[in-house]
Nanobody, 123 residues
Framework: QVQLVESGGGLVQAGGSLRLSCAAS????????MGWFRQAPGKERDFVAA????????DLADSVKGRFTISRDNAKNTVYLQMTSLKPEDTAIYYC????????????????WGQGTQVTVSS
């Protein structure tokens, strides 16, 4: 499995921005689709965004469309989640995940997970 380490979380006021990063330990990660998920207290882990290995195909949850952008730099084995116009309901632990192929799978088909990074949005 690919080792993933998230960073960039923190406390931000509503309307603010954060950029999360996910660094992969192996070069093979550049051939895999990657995703971001989040889990709020007392709730299930939800899909947020995904990106194919090429970076040319992305998918976003309806709740973040127009506010979040997913991108990747395969030379750095890193995936990013740019979050803007943050809302208190975006508060959650954000997890990075790697799929087992280069194409975006269903949310249940991501096999490698990071430890998560906390994002807190104050009102």
């Amino acid at each position: 499995q690919v080792q993933l380490v998230e960073s960039g979380g923190g406390l931000v006021q509503a309307g603010g921005s954060l950029r999360l990063s996910c660094a992969a330990s192996e070069r093979t990660a550049r051939t895999l689709a990657m995703g971001w998920f989040r889990q709020a207290p007392g709730k299930e882990r939800d899909f947020v965004a995904a990106i194919a290995w090429s970076g040319l195909v992305t998918d976003l949850a309806d709740s973040v469309k127009g506010r979040f952008t997913i991108s990747r730099d395969n030379a750095k084995n890193t995936v990013y989640l740019q979050m803007t116009s943050l809302k208190p309901e975006d508060t959650a632990i954000y997890y990075c995940a790697a799929a087992s192929s280069g194409y975006i799978p269903g949310p249940s088909d991501f096999g490698s997970w990071g430890q998560g990074t906390q994002v807190t949005v104050s009102s």
